[in-house]
Every structure is written in structure tokens, then in C-alpha cells.
């Protein structure tokens, strides 16, 4: 087949789709992705890689430096997931949604079935003023409401408030999207939208969940296009990204260190960088433990050099991990399974959207410390979830145990599988 998809926002949103591309070429299928990432990074290596046609729709607008470093401040400012998302929408979605739009016209003209990211709504339009077949991908497990899952940016009252809480949140996300969704659907003649996360973002035909069934399983309430298919993980033959030079010497130099990163959430601006530097260093200090620190910036001079600290621009997770003693990450839906497919428990400092319910996730299944909110962290709270993890050999057990079901599991040949059956 001809298989489209497409993808909007953060790397942590785009990996899943390089993996699920990567499956699909490899059991013969004719891929092409679309990709929207809001930093602008570059995929056309992956792309050659495993064989994929790769299309890029950037923003129309390139924001100064420092701009981009003010909306992301009042970004983490605010707390609140849902009126995160406004600002995002505001910032990263709507400048370039007609941009998305037309690549996902001409896309679906060019495809026997099109996969489109929960969010790329424009995609779902165009599937159906096309006549082409579609899945929708949702890459964590709390965006199909669930009496017994916790509804997102709410408090845990237990689960006897799940229900109204689930009305609430739905009434919330249908104010802040809807409008959008449905300004598209109705000037392409479309019937409106009712309701955001039981129709817009999840296909009628087929909606993976890109969890792995180790960390949840389907609820009951779920009807039969929710599929768990499993993380999206590149398999390890196929990456490319290589160990930082010296980086295997000092793992082995010492006892195992943590491992910290922020991935796609840190943002691109070296002040913003140094300080958060900076406070993971005085937690290391602290808690008297080794460290890698993964800072993206080019020239790593910029950051002064200490004993016991190890500092990256990037590393191959799958490989690094399972070499520390434990991850200290934002709750991305990719590092967060990462951690967990290389046995090691966590501390997530969560910054916006769904980073919060996957620590209260890994809190849930016992593997990680307190959750932490990256506004107002200070050094002292997060050392304090750092030395309860070390000093919890029951969370490095349980955390091994889920590792170790993770890896009998291929969510990559169960998508294929999925996609294959409900879209051929």
C-alpha cells in the first residue's frame, strides 16, 4: 500500500511516526511522512535511512530567540495543562495549520491510507473529503476518557470523581479546540465536531495507543477501534545515533550515574540552558551521586566542567540508560517508556500536558519519586525524589521487571499488523 502519515509537534511526537515508517517499509509498504515539528529539526536522516519519503511543513514565521524564550516562559508559568494548550495551539499550531493542511491534501491524493498524529486534525479533513481510510495515533493512553483512569490536569480525588472530572476536562478541551476543528470542517462542508476526544482525535476506523500494555491496559470502556498497540520504539538495528566520545569510559569509571535530560522541553537558549544546568549540578552535589547532564548546545565549553559529571549534547537512549542508575526526564511519552524499556526507575519533572499524568503513572506502578513541576523547582525538592529512588531497591526491582516484559513486546509489527488489516 501507499501509507501517509503525518505529524505535528515536539521530537517526542515525531519518533513514534519515524518508527512506525520505518516498520512499514520494512514489511513493504510505499511510506511517505509529513512533518511539523515546532523546533525545526532535521529528519532527512532517518528518512534515507529506513527508507521513507520525508516532507517537511515548517512555520511560515520564524520567531527571534528571545520571543520563542518568552512564550515559553509563560508557557511553563502557567501550570495549568489545559491553558497550556491554548498557548500552544496560539503559538505552534495555528500559524501553520493551513501549511498542514494542504500537505495533507496532497498527501491523502497520493495515498491508499493516511496515519495521522491525535492532534493533526487537518489531516482527518482531508481523509474525508477525500474518501481515504485513516488511523489516528495517540501516543499516551489518558486522551480516551476511562472511569477508571485519572482525567489530565486534574488533582487525584480518587476514582469515585473520575466521571465528573472526565465531563469537566472534555467541556475544557472542546472550548479550546473545537472552534479550531470545526472553522475547517465547515468550510470544507463537513459535519461539525461534538466532541474533541472521542471524534476528532480518535479515527472511527482505527485509533492506536502507542503504550506499551506493560504500563496499562484497555479499559472497559473502550470500544473496538482502541487499539494498545505498544511503544513506538526504533528498533536497535536500524538507529544510527552514536555514544558520545569518553561517555562509555566514565560510566565504567565509577558507580552508575543519573541520567538527566529534559529532552524536547529544554529550550534552545543558553541562558535558559545554564540555569537549569546549574540546578541539576547542585542536586548532584547534594545527593553525592555521578551524573550525565544532556544539554543541547553545540559547544559544551559553554558549561563549566565538574568532577563526577559527564555532559552530552545527545546520546542514544536506548543504549545509555540501561547503563545509570536511574532517569530524571520530563514525562515525555517516549522517555518515559524509554526508561522503562531499559529497566530503570525515574523521577519526572513534569512541564506541561500529559508529562504530569505520566508521573503520577510511574508513581502508580511504583518506579519513580515524588513528581516534580518545573515551575518553582528548586534543587531541594528534586534531590529529595532523587535519594528516594536510590535508596528504594524495590523500585529499581519493579522497574526491572517491567523492563523486562517491555522487551518481549514489538508495538512497531503491531501497528503494521493493525494498520494493514483495518486499512487495507
Known amino acids: 500500500m501507499r501509507i501517509g502519515l503525518q505529524t505535528w509537534g515536539t521530537e517526542g511526537d515525531v519518533q513514534p511516526f519515524i518508527a512506525l515508517a520505518a516498520g512499514l517499509v520494512r514489511a513493504g509498504h510505499e511510506v511517505t511522512l509529513v512533518v511539523t515539528d515546532n523546533a525545526g529539526r532535521n529528519y532527512h536522516g532517518p528518512a534515507r535511512r529506513f527508507g521513507f519519503r520525508l516532507v517537511e511543513v515548517r512555520h511560515p514565521k520564524i520567531l527571534p530567540p528571545g520571543t520563542v524564550a518568552e512564550i515559553w516562559r509563560q508557557i511553563i508559568d502557567l501550570g495549568n495543562p489545559l491553558r497550556q494548550a491554548e498557548l500552544v495551539m496560539r503559538h505552534g499550531f495555528d500559524p501553520v495549520m493551513e501549511d498542514m493542511y494542504a500537505a495533507a491534501q496532497v498527501l491523502c491524493s497520493a495515498s491508499d491510507a493516511v496515519v495521522g498524529h491525535f492532534f493533526a486534525f487537518p489531516l482527518r479533513v482531508a481523509a474525508e473529503t477525500s474518501g481515504v481510510p485513516m488511523a489516528t495515533l495517540n501516543t499516551v493512553h489518558n486522551g480516551v476518557p476511562s472511569a477508571t483512569v485519572r482525567p489530565p490536569g486534574l488533582p487525584d480525588l480518587g476514582q469515585w470523581s473520575y466521571p465528573l472530572g472526565w465531563m469537566l476536562v472534555r467541556k475544557m478541551l472542546n472550548g479550546v479546540f473545537l472552534p479550531r476543528v470545526n472553522a475547517l470542517r465547515s468550510r470544507e462542508g463537513l459535519a461539525p465536531d461534538r466532541d474533541v476526544m472521542t471524534e476528532t482525535w480518535a479515527s ?10 506493560s504500563i496499562c491496559q484497555p479499559a472497559d470502556e473502550w470500544d473496538d477501534r482502541h487499539e494498545l ?18 561517555l562509555d569510559s566514565f560510566i565504567e569509571a565509577g558507580e552508575l550515574p543519573v541520567y538527566f535530560t529534559f529532552g524536547s522541553m529544554m529550550l534552545h537558549h543558553l541562558d535558559y540552558i545554564r540555569d537549569t544546568a546549574a540546578l541539576w549540578t547542585a542536586a548532584v552535589r547534594k545527593v553525592g551521586c555521578r551524573a ?46 524509554a526508561s522503562l524499556l531499559a529497566s530503570r526507575p525515574s523521577v519526572v519533572v513534569a512541564h506541561m500536558a500529559d508529562q504530569f499524568f505520566w508521573g503520577s503513572e510511574l508513581e502508580r506502578l511504583g518506579v519513580a519519586g515524588p513528581t516534580q513541576r518545573r515551575k518553582g523547582l528548586s534543587s ?10 536510590l535508596g528504594s531497591p524495590d523500585m529499581s526491582d519493579r522497574a526491572r521487571a517491567i523492563g523486562n516484559a517491555m522487551s518481549e513486546e514489538n508495538g512497531v509489527d503491531v501497528a503494521v499488523n493493525l494498520i494493514e488489516a483495518r486499512l487495507g
Do not use: M, Y
Open 204 to 213: 472511527d476506523r482505527l485509533n492506536l495507543i502507542a503504550v506499551s500494555p
Open 380 to 389: 531541594k525538592r528534586l534531590v529529595n525524589s532523587i535519594a528516594k529512588v
Open 229 to 246: 498497540c505498544g511503544f513506538l520504539n526504533t528498533p536497535a538495528r536500524l538507529s544510527a545515533e552514536e555514544c558520545p566520545h569518553g
Open 292 to 337: 550525565i547532564l544532556q544539554l543541547p548546545w553545540d559547544d559544551l565549553s559553554a558549561f563549566p566542567a565538574e568532577d563526577g559529571i559527564f555532559a552530552v549534547k545527545g546520546s542514544p537512549h536506548r543504549e545509555v540508560f540501561p547503563k545509570c542508575s536511574l532517569v530524571v526526564h520530563h514525562g515525555g511519552a517516549g522517555t518515559t517508556q
